[in-house]
């Protein structure tokens, strides 16, 4: 290797991009149900106190109830008018739970992708009546395919953990893209294919890792209180974030859904958002 190209190497080593702490605030927050006016403003009142640090006491609550819901261009005009800049809402809304486990319903599906609305969705209240947000969450998990980098994405799980509670920031690096990688440089003689995996392999975990750190930091500096948990490994995406959501008994994750070139739910956020049926999300 040249001089230059050591040198190149040290300097792209060298460069970080620290997390930076965003103040997140909703300032006009929508509900949407398939209840009666009743049963609506009983669901408002249930996810209120728990975006208290989020909101405040100017912030306008409105809500969307089944007769809204007629239609999803309808209900894509009423989003229109009010101009959130959060959604409540809940699994299987306008479906009956028992008939669609799996899905999560063409109004949850245009809540997420025809606007830019982050969605807070809840488990339903048909199963689960009686949940209530601030009691039960205590640790808040961020997902994102590459986590560096996403300011916003942690900033809001950020400020949607109690002070009590903790934040888990995870990476998990994709082991298939990576050893069909190695197996590629395994091929070609000049490179040693074990000392490539393990610097590789260092270089990739480094990167989140040293990010996380930074997160921590900065939360620490803004003087708040809860814990920051650092993950950073590799595995099969889906399968090891489900594990970590059940090990560390994660209680809202907070997923990145949206993708520049894309209108589908971005990369492990569609499966994550099925499968993780009792756990509430917030759809970023």
Not at 132 to 161: C, F, P, Q, W, Y
Not at 222 to 230: K, L, M, P
Not at 272 to 281: A, I, K, Y
């Amino acid at each position: 290797m040249s001089k230059i190209d050591q040198f190149e190497s040290a300097f792209k080593s060298a460069e970080r991009d620290p997390f930076q702490l965003e103040k997140v605030q909703f300032n006009n927050c929508l509900t949407v149900t398939d209840l009666d006016t009743e049963g609506a403003k009983a669901f408002e009142r249930q996810v209120q106190p728990f975006l208290e640090h989020v909101t405040h006491a100017d912030s306008n609550w409105d809500c969307l109830t089944r007769a809204d819901l007629r239609s999803v261009e309808m209900f894509l005009e009423e989003i229109e008018k009010k101009q959130p800049d959060l959604i409540c809402t809940y699994r299987n809304l306008m479906a009956p739970a028992a008939e669609y486990p799996y899905s999560l319903g063409v109004f949850l599906d245009v809540m997420s992708q025809a606007t830019s609305i982050p969605v807070l969705v809840v488990p339903s209240p048909v199963t689960k009546p009686d949940f209530n947000l601030r009691d039960n969450v205590k640790s808040v998990m961020a997902i994102t395919d590459h986590l560096a980098g996403e300011h916003h994405l942690v900033s809001v799980a950020a400020a949607l953990t109690p002070d009590d509670g903790t934040l888990t920031l995870a990476h998990v690096e994709d082991e298939k893209a990576f050893n069909r990688f190695i197996d590629s440089i395994g091929k070609i003689p000049e490179i040693d294919t074990d000392e490539a995996r393990d610097l590789i392999m260092q270089r990739l975990l480094k990167d989140p890792t040293d990010y996380i750190e930074s997160c921590r930091k900065a939360i620490l500096d803004a003087g708040e209180t809860f814990a920051v948990q650092s993950i950073a490994t590799i595995g099969h995406r889906l399968f090891d974030f489900k594990k970590i959501i059940r090990e560390h008994d994660v209680d809202l994750v907070v997923l990145n859904t949206k993708d520049d070139d894309q209108l589908a739910m971005h990369g492990l956020a569609y499966p994550l958002s099925v499968e993780l049926r009792d756990t509430p999300l917030l759809l970023a």
